[in-house]
């Protein structure tokens, strides 16, 4: 079936340190690939995206590549913020007729000043 | 634009009662999703709606879940009775066919306890 796998958090940070937070997936066809953040008390938002292999998607100075060959979309951002401090979510869908989003279990990111 | 709005966003039951979540997507949404968010997972879909029509609810617990979308606008998912596994987060989301079907916006989302 179709699945996502995250790394395990916290992952705790200090300011302008970089981040990584590996992300694998399981997909049949070709699947395109999301990053969500969740900020505390808010809704999920759309951080970034990825609908075919070797595409990067980059929003607010976060970055993930589509890698077909690992099967990954790992995010990583160059020097984060205590802004940044949220859970993270990467997600599937595998149907671009309905939108369907298989998430993975979150990874909660704490920066430090 | 007013984002996605849910309510309430905090709800406590004992179990076996009847508990009701309600949600007002973006305007001009015509597709509307819910989902359940367990302690520490990911978000899990419920049920999908394309305008007053659910195209997508095999993951819904039909027994005691319950969902609806009156003139593909509001929604209301209903649990009865509930149960102390259905203690989660449930959320909203919509999304525009008119736009990427994969930039659902979504609600801050009920917290439900059971007790």
């Known amino acids: 079936g179709n699945s996502v796998t995250q790394m395990e958090g916290p992952v705790t940070l200090s300011e302008e340190a970089f981040l990584t937070i590996n992300c694998t997936y399981t997909a049949t066809g070709y699947p395109s690939l999301f990053w969500y953040v969740q900020y505390p008390g808010e809704g999920l938002q759309l951080l970034l995206k990825?609908?075919?292999?070797?595409d990067k998607g980059s929003n607010k100075g976060f970055e993930a590549t589509y890698r077909k060959e690992t099967t990954s979309f790992h995010l990583e951002k160059g020097s984060v913020q205590v802004s940044d401090s949220a859970v993270y979510f990467c997600?599937?869908?595998?149907?671009?007729?309905?939108?369907?989003?298989?998430f993975g279990q979150g990874t909660t990111l704490q920066v430090k000043p | 634009e007013a984002g996605v709005v849910q309510s309430p966003r905090y709800k406590i039951i004992e179990k076996k009662q009847p508990v009701a979540f309600w949600c007002n997507p973006i305007?001009?949404?015509?597709?509307l999703y819910w989902y359940r968010q367990n302690l520490g997972q990911g978000p899990e879909l419920l049920i999908r709606?394309?305008?007053?029509?659910?195209?997508?609810d095999s993951q819904l617990p039909k027994d005691r879940f319950s969902a609806e979308r009156l003139k593909g606008v509001d929604s209301t998912l209903k649990i009865q009775p509930a149960e102390l596994g259905d203690s989660a987060v449930y959320l909203c989301?919509?999304?525009?066919?008119?736009?990427?079907?994969?930039?659902?916006?979504f609600g801050p989302g009920t917290r439900l306890t059971v007790t």
């Open positions: 990825a609908t075919k292999a070797d």
């Open positions: 997600a599937l869908s595998v149907s671009s007729n309905t939108g369907k989003l298989i």
């Open positions: 709606y394309e305008n007053e029509e659910a195209v997508d």
């Open positions: 989301a919509s999304s525009s066919s008119r736009g990427s079907s994969y930039e659902q916006y």
């Open positions: 305007s001009g949404h015509n597709t």
